[in-house]
């Protein structure tokens, strides 16, 4: 299998998250633990999304039916094309995609979804580009840090990342010289990093207009 810095040769572009960044992933997850384990609260999937952020949270679910449920979601093809695009990442990706080419996603999802992962982006028509997933030797609780050093790996190649993830921001060296544009997000993080805030995906490419043809 070719490597990422094989596919990448002569090519300089930007890497881009999956989950919360193209992916509504976290609606997804809720609306099928509602179904399955209970929605005593009676909130809407976005809601309890608001609330508890991530499915591990939720009070009523914990125990061992719902970790069962939840390491088979995270090793199946079918939930990833199942997943709802985030509001205008499709639009977004694609013209950010004109001003730096989509060199990889990068995200940490298990290297055994790939095939769902490939089928979303394709059917969702977000720019093909190679994609990188966490190998199976990388435990989940090293993946945050296994992601921060693919990416320092890569630089200048790849010069930067589109992410919504704190915990992925504070594992990356703060050497790095790239640029990080963090989706979603408003609050400023205590780093020397290259951090550029971006509530919704036209201040993306707004940003990256900016930033890449100063
Ligand atoms: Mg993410």
């Not at 999937?45 to 995270?74: C, D, H, L, S």
């Not at 990068?106 to 055994?112: K, V």
Request: glycine share 4%; charged share 25%.
């Amino acid at each position: 299998m070719s490597d990422i810095n094989d596919l990448l040769e002569n090519k300089s572009g930007i890497a881009i998250d999956l989950d919360e960044t193209l992916s509504w992933t976290i609606y997804y997850w809720m609306l099928e633990a509602q179904k399955i384990f209970g929605n005593p609260e009676n909130l809407t999937p976005e809601a309890m999304a608001r609330k508890y952020r991530y499915t591990g949270n939720v009070p009523y679910w914990e125990g061992q039916e719902f970790n069962k449920w939840r390491m088979g979601k995270i090793l199946c093809n079918e939930t990833q094309r199942n997943l709802p695009p985030i509001k205008g990442s499709i639009k977004g990706l694609n013209n950010l995609n004109k001003i730096i080419p989509i060199a990889t996603y990068l995200s940490c999802r298990p290297q055994a979804v790939i095939k769902g992962t490939k089928d979303w982006l394709k059917a969702n028509n977000y720019p093909d580009a190679p994609i990188t997933l966490r190998p199976s030797s990388v435990k989940k609780q090293d993946e945050q840090k296994w992601k921060a050093k693919k990416l320092e790996s890569l630089y200048p190649d790849i010069v930067g990342i589109v992410d919504d993830n704190p915990n992925f921001i504070k594992a990356v060296s703060s050497d790095f010289k790239g640029v990080i544009f963090l989706y979603d997000r408003q609050k400023s993080l205590n780093t020397n990093l290259n951090i550029i805030s971006c509530k919704d995906w036209d201040t993306v490419v707004r940003k990256a207009k900016e930033y890449f043809r100063k």
